[in-house]
């Protein structure tokens, strides 16, 4: 088993030289709008997921898959050449799920915040359900849970604070 720091090295350089590769190797025109976003790598060295992502709708996605399938074997002598390890990594390619989670992620912040503006609209214009000061704030003789009334606070201080 690799070092856990050296296959994130290793992940990093293989999407560094893929991404190169893209740019002045392959001379396909499905890859011009590719952007390698990541790259992972099993403990074991043997196997890359490189991440991408493409500027376009799902067909120019789906011509890009293709043509990454295509580009493979040249991308994996490439990252073999560059990098010097005695077994060079397969390549996979799987398309990044982050920019549409972001853009979902947008939208659901943008939807709470409308909501938060109406929320805070209808409580500017709204007035209290019962009384405007429902709290009691006179010295007023308070009914205690059995029915039976008690003493209010001028008559505990009155007699110094003993209840008979």
Not at 40 to 50: E, K, Q, S, Y
Not at 82 to 88: A, D, E, K, M, P
Not at 120 to 142: H, K
């Amino acid at each position: 088993m690799a070092d856990s720091a050296r296959a994130r090295r290793l992940a990093k350089r293989i999407a560094q030289i893929v991404a190169s590769g893209l740019e002045h190797e392959v001379k396909d025109p499905r890859l011009a709008m590719v952007t390698i976003t990541d790259a992972r790598l099993t403990a074991d060295l043997r196997d890359a997921t490189v991440y991408y992502t493409v500027f376009g709708d799902d067909t120019d996605e789906s011509a890009t898959a293709a043509a990454l399938h295509s580009a493979t074997g040249v991308l994996r002598s490439r990252v073999g050449q560059q990098t010097g390890v005695r077994f060079t990594p397969t390549l996979t390619f799987v398309a990044d799920s982050i920019p549409g989670d972001a853009r979902r992620l947008d939208e659901v912040l943008a939807q709470a915040k409308e909501a938060d503006a109406e929320v805070a609209r209808l409580a500017s214009a709204a007035s209290p359900a019962g009384d405007v000061d429902p709290y009691r704030s006179s010295e007023a003789e308070i009914v205690d849970d059995a029915g039976a009334v008690a003493a209010t606070r001028e008559d505990e201080q009155d007699s110094g604070g003993r209840q008979d």
